[in-house]
C-alpha cells in the first residue's frame, strides 16, 4: 500500500480528528463555555457527610511589615518585578510562535510550497531556546515569591493548589509535545506523517492556550477576587475563584497580544539574519520572512485596541475606583507614554510597507499616495497621544490660564482619541492595500466598478467614525459618548473585512507586472523591524505594570493587604526605569537566542584536524 492511497488518507483524516477533539475540549475547558463551569460547578454538589468534612480555610493573613523576609541590598519588589516581567515577556513569545508557525505549515501542506514549511521551521527553532529561559524565568519567579513573599504565596496555593498541580502536569505535556513538534519535523514528512505533525502543532497550541488561562486565573483573582467573602476566607469552589470577573477579558487580549508580540519578535529575528546575510539568496529569503512576520504582528494589532477598551470596560463594570485610577487618576500620564508607544507601533509597521513596495516594479504607481497616508496616520498619532490636563508649575498655570489647552484640551479626552485610533487602522489597512496590489493588475471585468466600491465604502466610514466622534462625543452626554464607541469600531471592521474581501476577488488571477524582487529594500525597513520588536516589549512592559499598580497596596484587591516596606505606588520615572532595565535586559537575552539559533546551523571543515583510522 503506498503512503498516498486512499486507505492511508482516510488514516489521516482519523488521527487529524482525534487530535482536533481533545485539543477544543482542552479550550472548551479552559474558557468555560455557558453551560460548561454550571456542570464543573454543581456536577458533584456535597452530600450531608461530605460537607461535614469539608476543609476549614483560614481568611487572608493581616500582615506587617516585620512579616515580609528581606536580604540586604537587594530590592524585594523589583527583583520580583523584573523576573515576573522577564518571564511573561519569554512566555508571550514562545506560545505566540506555534500559533503562526501551525498556521504557516498548514498552508505549506494546502499548497505543497516548501518555502513555507521552511519558514515555519525556522521560526520554531528560534522558540526552542527561548523556551528555556521561560522555564528557567519561571522557576526563578517561583522561587523569588517563596522567598520574599511567603504568606502570599501560601495563601494563593491554598486557593488554586488544583490548578497549579495541573497547571505543572500540562507543563510537561507542552514540554513533550514541543520537543516532538520541532525534532521530529524532518521525520514526519510525507503524507500521513505530515497529518500526524501538524496534528502535534495542534495539541501544543491548545495545552500552551489552556497554561495561559490557568496563569491568567491567578493574575485576575488577585484583581477580582471571587469565591471568597470579604475576609477573604475561601469557599472551597475552586471553579469561580479561575472563573473571575476579569479572567476572560485578560484571556482575550493577552491571546491577541500575543500573536502581535510573537510576530514581532520573529520578524526582528529575519532582519537579524537580513542584515548579516552575504549572498543574494538569503536576503532574499529573510526579506520574505520579514515581511510575513511584520503581516502576523500587523493583523493582530489592528484588533488589539479594541480588545484594550473591553478589558478596560470590564475593569470599570468591576471597580469603578480601580476604573479611575487606571484612566484618570495616577496612571494617567502612563497611558500618555503608551499612546506614544502605540503611534511607534502603527508609524514602523507603515514605514516598513512603505519600503517594501520598492520590490515591485509597480509600485510607482502608488508612490504618490504615501505622502498623503503619512500625514494622516501622524496626524492621527498627534491627537491620540495629546494629554487632557497638564503637569504644570504656576508660572505656566498662569501663562496659559488654566490646566486645559484652549484648542488642544478637547482633543484629550477619549472620543477624539477613539475617533484617531480608528482612523490609523484604516489608513494603515490602505497601506497593506497599496502594498499587495502594487505589484499586481486587475483582470476582472469590474475593476473599476471595484475600486470604485472601495473608494465610497472608505469616505463614508471615515466620515461616519468623525460623526460618531465629534457629534456624539461633544454634543452629548456622557452615556452616548461611551456609547459611540461602539458603532466607530463596528464600521472599522466592515470596511477592513469588506474592503479586504473586495480586494481579494478583484486581484484573484491578477498579472503581475514584474516578478517581485525579493531582497531589494533598504537596510532602513529591517531597523524598522527592530523597532516594533523594542516599541512592542516595552509597551507589554508598561501595561503590565499599569495592570498590577491599580491594585495598589493589595495583594488581592480588598482581600489581602500588601504591609511590604514597598507598599506604595512608584512615580512615572521609577517605573519607566524598571520597565526600561527589563526591556534591555530582554532584547538582550533576545538577540543570544538569535544568535545561538545561528550558531547551530553553522558548519566549519576540520578535516585537517581528525585523523584517519588506520585500517
Known amino acids: 500500500m503506498t503512503i498516498n492511497s486512499p486507505r492511508s488518507n482516510n488514516r489521516a483524516r482519523r488521527v487529524w480528528l482525534a487530535f482536533l477533539c481533545l485539543s477544543l475540549l482542552l ?6 463555555l455557558p453551560g460548561v463551569d454550571g456542570g464543573l460547578a454543581h456536577a458533584a454538589e456535597a452530600s450531608t457527610s461530605d460537607v461535614a468534612d469539608a476543609p476549614t480555610y483560614l481568611p487572608a493573613p493581616k500582615l506587617t511589615a516585620a512579616d515580609y523576609p528581606t536580604i540586604k541590598g537587594v530590592n524585594s519588589r523589583i527583583a520580583v518585578w523584573l523576573a515576573a516581567q522577564l518571564h511573561l515577556w519569554f512566555a508571550a513569545f514562545v506560545l505566540a510562535v506555534p500559533i503562526f508557525v501551525f498556521i504557516i505549515e498548514a498552508i505549506g501542506m494546502a499548497t505543497r510550497d516548501k518555502r513555507y514549511d521552511n519558514m515555519a521551521y525556522e521560526f520554531i527553532k528560534v522558540s526552542i531556546t527561548a523556551y528555556s529561559f521561560t522555564a528557567i524565568l519561571g522557576g526563578l519567579l517561583t522561587f523569588l515569591l517563596v522567598l520574599f513573599y511567603p504568606h502570599l504565596f501560601q495563601y494563593m496555593s491554598t486557593i488554586f493548589k488544583e490548578s497549579m498541580f495541573y497547571y505543572a502536569l500540562l507543563f510537561f505535556l507542552e514540554s513533550a509535545t514541543l520537543y516532538l513538534y520541532y525534532y521530529g519535523w524532518h521525520w514526519l514528512q510525507g503524507e500521513f506523517r505530515k497529518w500526524v505533525h501538524l496534528s502535534l502543532g495542534l495539541l501544543l497550541n491548545a495545552v500552551g492556550t489552556l497554561l495561559m488561562f490557568l496563569a491568567n486565573a491567578w493574575v485576575t483573582f488577585m484583581m477580582s477576587p471571587a469565591g471568597v467573602d470579604p475576609a477573604g476566607v475561601f469557599s472551597g469552589d475552586a471553579w469561580a475563584a479561575i472563573h473571575n470577573f476579569l479572567w476572560n477579558p485578560i484571556n482575550l487580549h493577552r491571546v491577541i497580544a500575543n500573536i502581535a508580540y510573537g510576530g514581532s519578535i520573529v520578524g526582528a529575528y529575519a532582519a537579524f539574519k ?17 515581511y510575513n512576520a511584520n503581516f502576523i504582528a500587523i493583523s493582530a494589532l489592528l484588533p488589539l485596541p479594541f480588545a484594550g477598551y473591553y478589558l478596560t470596560a470590564e475593569i470599570y463594570a468591576y471597580s469603578q475606583q480601580m476604573g479611575i485610577t ?11 507614554i503608551q499612546a506614544v508607544l502605540i503611534g511607534t507601533l502603527f508609524l514602523s509597521a507603515n514605514y516598513y510597507l512603505w519600503c517594501g513596495m520598492g520590490r515591485s516594479d509597480g ?30 508649575t504656576n508660572e505656566e498655570l498662569k501663562a496659559l490660564g488654566g490646566p486645559y489647552h484652549k484648542y488642544l484640551g478637547p482633543l484629550g479626552i477619549m472620543p477624539a482619541k477613539n475617533t484617531a485610533v ?8 490602505l497601506s497593506f492595500i497599496f502594498y499587495r496590489r502594487a505589484n499586481k493588475v486587475a483582470t476582472v471585468s469590474w475593476a473599476s466598478a471595484g475600486n470604485a466600491i472601495q473608494i465610497a465604502l472608505f469616505t463614508a466610514g471615515i466620515l461616519n467614525i468623525f460623526f460618531l466622534g465629534i ?55 529591517q531597523y524598522a523591524l527592530f523597532l516594533l520588536a523594542v516599541a512592542f516589549t ?23 493587604r500588601d504591609a511590604s516596606p514597598d507598599a506604595f505606588t512608584p512615580g512615572l520615572g521609577y517605573a519607566a526605569n524598571v520597565v526600561s532595565v527589563g526591556t534591555i535586559l530582554f532584547m538582550a537575552m533576545v538577540i543570544f537566542v538569535f544568535w545561538i539559533a545561528d550558531v547551530s546551523g553553522r558548519k566549519t571543515p576540520t578535516d585537517a584536524y581528525w585523523k584517519t583510522p588506520s585500517a
Not at 326 to 336: D, N, R, S, T
Request: zero cysteines; glycine letters at 8%.
Open 274 to 290: 537580513f542584515l548579516s546575510a552575504r549572498k543574494p539568496e538569503q536576503r532574499a529569503h529573510y526579506d520574505w520572512m520579514g
Open 363 to 392: 509600485a510607482v504607481r502608488y508612490h504618490k499616495y504615501i505622502k498623503y497616508l503619512a500625514i494622516v496616520i501622524v496626524g492621527a498619532f498627534l491627537v491620540w497621544f495629546t494629554p487632557h490636563t497638564l503637569v504644570l
Open 326 to 336: 487606571l484612566m484618570g487618576g495616577v496612571f494617567a500620564w502612563l497611558f500618555i
Open 27 to 32: 479550550i472548551l475547558f479552559a474558557i468555560g
Open 422 to 429: 480608528n482612523i490609523m487602522i484604516l489608513f494603515t489597512t
Open 538 to 560: 516595552w509597551l507589554m512592559g508598561l501595561m503590565g505594570y499599569i495592570r498590577s499598580g491599580i491594585r495598589q497596596h493589595w495583594h488581592v484587591t480588598n482581600v489581602f
Open 471 to 525: 457629534y456624539h462625543g461633544y454634543f452629548t452626554n456622557t452615556v452616548y459618548k461611551v456609547a459611540a464607541s461602539i458603532p466607530q469600531v463596528l464600521t472599522t471592521l466592515t470596511i477592513i473585512v469588506s474592503s479586504t474581501i473586495i480586494d481579494s476577488l478583484m486581484y484573484r488571477g491578477a498579472k503581475e507586472v514584474a516578478p517581485l524582487h525579493w531582497g531589494r529594500v533598504s537596510d532602513r525597513s
